[in-house]
């Protein structure tokens, strides 16, 4: 099983700010990484997929990065709808896994 | 519009069985495989399994084999996830979604499961 590990855990920042997430794989995942927000009561939503792949619909603020073994997740200057859970997730193996998990939240 | 639509939240008791269903619609249902994504209370994503809905081929995780079976019926567009018997621990909000990078998400079904 490849094991995703996401830091930080939580990010304190301010809106307008940089937000820069990390997920680390316990092996290469072919770039075939995602990237979801989940915020309270909601479904996740698809952000990024293949490393760098904005999904439909998704603002240019969000931008994703890496190859391997490490990826980065960059939300350039934050919107307050952008205070949320961000998980990252591997698609080459099964079983499919997911990272723990970033908490982006206002500082 | 793609869409994929659960059924309601469940309450249940140990030992009871359970079916709920995710129906999509706005695309070709056999063309994508569902995925099922277990999210305990104040925790974070696990996927369960997935299932193609053109052939009912599944795949399951290993922490989650032999616990739940996932079926489909493609004449309406439905996919399944089944407990025979719940326990308190699938207390769980569970999604469906669609593909293996999960681009279109069901709203959820809580399942509580309380004596």
């Known amino acids: 099983e490849i094991v995703l590990t996401q830091s930080p855990a939580t990010l304190s920042l301010s809106p307008g700010e940089r937000a820069t997430l990390s997920c680390r794989a316990s092996q290469s995942v072919n770039n075939y990484l995602a990237w979801y927000q989940q915020k309270p009561g909601q479904a996740p939503r698809l952000l990024i997929y293949?490393?760098?792949n904005r999904a439909t619909g998704i603002p240019a603020r969000f931008s994703g990065s890496g190859s391997g073994t490490d990826f980065s997740l960059t939300i350039s200057s934050l919107e307050p709808e952008d205070f949320a859970v961000y998980y990252c997730q591997q698609r080459t193996n099964w079983p499919l896994t997911f990272g723990g998990g970033t908490k982006v939240e206002i500082k | 519009e793609v869409q994929l639509v659960q059924s309601g939240a469940e309450v249940k008791k140990p030992g009871e069985s359970l079916k709920i269903s995710c129906k999509g619609s706005?695309?070709?249902?056999?063309?994508?495989?569902i995925a099922w994504v277990r999210q305990m209370p104040g925790k974070g994503l696990e996927w369960m399994g997935m299932i193609n809905p053109g052939n009912s081929d599944t795949r399951y995780n290993p922490s989650f084999q032999g616990q739940v079976t996932m079926s489909a019926d493609k004449s309406i567009s439905t996919a399944y996830l089944q407990w025979s018997s719940l326990k308190a621990p699938d207390s769980a909000m569970y999604y469906c979604a669609r593909r293996d990078y999960f681009d279109y998400w069901g709203q959820g079904t809580l399942v509580t499961v309380s004596s």
């Open positions: 706005g695309y070709s249902f056999t063309s994508y495989w």
């Open positions: 293949d490393a760098s």
